[in-house]
Structures are given as structure tokens and as C-alpha cells.
């Protein structure tokens, strides 16, 4: 099969295709390439980099928004459950 075939066949409900979730990420990636193309200079490349990433890690599954939320605020402690519990 071509890429052209499976490309068409991600819209249908037949068997074969590309996963949502990937044809997800690829369309987020074009817009991305867009945008760095017209609006990105060098004095603010990582943060764009890091927003990048994020949202194609999100669209792919690989990191959800709790992982995100925690890699912000810390790790969450449960030193007050495991103290209750004893």
C-alpha cells in the first residue's frame, strides 16, 4: 500500500490506514513547521521547542495532562495518607 492509499483510508471505517492518534500528531506538526517558518526567531526558540514537544507528546498519548501537571507543581506527596493509614 502507498502512503497516499493508507492516507485515504485513515477517514474511512475500513480495515488499514494510519491511527488517529498519528495522523493527529503529523497534522500538528505541519501547523507547527508553519508557524515556525513565519513567526519564530532565534531569541525564542526553546520555549517554542518546549511547546512543541508538549503538544505532540500530548497527541501521541506518550504524556498526559496529569504527568504535565506534576512536572510543573512537583511530585505529589503523600505523606499525610501514609501517616493516616498507620
Do not use: W
Not at 6 to 25: I, M
Not at 45 to 66: F, N
Amino acid at each position: 500500500m502507498s502512503i497516499v492509499e493508507n492516507l485515504l483510508k485513515s477517514f474511512t471505517t475500513e480495515k488499514g490506514g494510519f491511527a488517529a492518534r498519528k495522523l493527529t500528531a503529523f497534522a500538528l506538526m505541519i501547523c507547527i513547521a508553519y508557524i515556525h517558518f513565519k513567526f519564530v526567531d532565534i531569541t525564542i526558540a526553546v520555549e517554542v521547542l518546549i511547546v512543541d514537544l508538549s503538544g505532540v507528546l500530548l497527541c501521541l498519548g506518550l504524556v498526559t495532562a496529569s504527568n504535565i501537571i506534576e512536572l510543573k507543581n512537583g511530585p505529589k506527596n503523600d505523606n499525610n495518607a501514609t501517616n493516616e493509614q498507620l
